[in-house]
């Protein structure tokens, strides 16, 4: 399951969202989030579904690779759900039992919520992290977050850090996966036994994992350090980030997608919560 962890993962390719100016794709990456909460109907859902469809249609990116994102995350979105399946006790009743009750409301608003998760997760993985390289993401942030130099804020300290974080996640998940097979071949079992002897299971893991985090950090400060890093103070780019009309078209299309599903609110709600 480590293995099917996608996050922070570059996918290298040539469609229209990869050739996309990275700060659009920050500022569409935000827009889409709101885009993800404008929809609270059951058509606004159907129109999302297809929009996000659609960006992954464009991105080039394997189905199967987004499919695969999404097992590690499964025990968080059932869990969502079956807490809105019991919480909710709008429309009619459906299942009453003891004290359990289900009503068409809390199965509507499970499933809503299922979706908005998934959405988020492959809207955002597409948009931004799959189709932009860490390179591109530094630069970018730094670029949008630049006038918060005027209060004397490290802008290019706090951009770095943060696609530093984003690099080393598949790095350490790496780590992790290998960490794990060697102590499954030296016996170790972390698939059965109670919650807290699976937890008390992973200890063998995580401190060999800490240790070679800390000496990863410690060889990247050496390599930056030898290659006389000193933050943004004088830093040259080789890559000059210009907007062109596919970053205008982009916007556009979104804002008539979040126009789409203000619209099926309005006039098709079908259900809505």
């Known amino acids: 399951m480590i293995r099917d962890i996608t996050l922070g993962q570059f996918f290298p390719g040539h469609s229209l969202l990869h050739r996309a100016d990275p700060r659009i794709k920050i500022i569409l990456s935000i827009l889409y989030i709101v885009l993800v909460f404008l929809a609270d109907s059951v058509s606004g859902y159907l129109f999302l579904v297809l929009f996000t469809a659609l960006l992954i249609a464009i991105s080039g990116i394997p189905v199967s690779t987004l499919v695969k994102s999404l097992k590690p995350l499964l025990f968080i979105v059932l869990f969502t759900s079956v807490i809105n399946v019991f919480w909710n006790r709008e429309g009619e009743l459906l299942v009453s039992f003891w004290k359990i009750a289900i009503y068409t409301g809390g199965v509507f608003t499970a499933v809503f919520m299922t979706v908005r998760i998934m959405m988020l997760l492959l809207g955002t993985g597409v948009i931004l992290t799959y189709t932009t390289s860490?390179?591109?993401?530094?630069?970018?942030?730094?670029?949008?977050?630049?006038?918060?130099?005027?209060?004397?804020?490290?802008?290019?300290?706090?951009?770095?850090?943060?696609?530093?974080?984003?690099?080393?996640?598949?790095?350490?998940?790496?780590?992790?996966?290998?960490?794990?097979?060697?102590?499954?071949?030296?016996?170790?079992?972390?698939?059965?036994?109670?919650?807290?002897?699976?937890?008390?299971?992973?200890?063998?893991?995580?401190?060999?994992?800490?240790?070679?985090?800390?000496?990863?950090?410690?060889?990247?400060?050496?390599?930056?350090?030898?290659?006389?890093?000193?933050?943004?103070?004088?830093r040259t780019r080789m890559t000059s980030l210009h907007l062109h009309a596919l970053d205008f078209v982009l916007l556009f299309g979104l804002a008539l997608a979040g126009a789409g599903i203000v619209l099926c609110n309005r006039f098709v709600?079908?259900?809505?919560?």
């Open 134 to 234: 860490p390179i591109a993401l530094t630069d970018a942030m730094e670029r949008l977050l630049s006038p918060l130099k005027v209060l004397h804020i490290p802008v290019h300290d706090f951009a770095m850090m943060m696609t530093i974080a984003l690099r080393f996640i598949p790095t350490l998940l790496e780590e992790t996966d290998k960490i794990m097979n060697a102590q499954k071949a030296r016996g170790a079992d972390f698939s059965t036994g109670s919650l807290g002897q699976r937890a008390k299971a992973l200890i063998p893991v995580l401190i060999p994992l800490f240790i070679s985090a800390f000496r990863r950090a410690d060889e990247l400060a050496v390599a930056m350090e030898s290659r006389c890093y000193r933050g943004g103070k004088g």
């Open 269 to 273: 709600p079908i259900y809505a919560i």
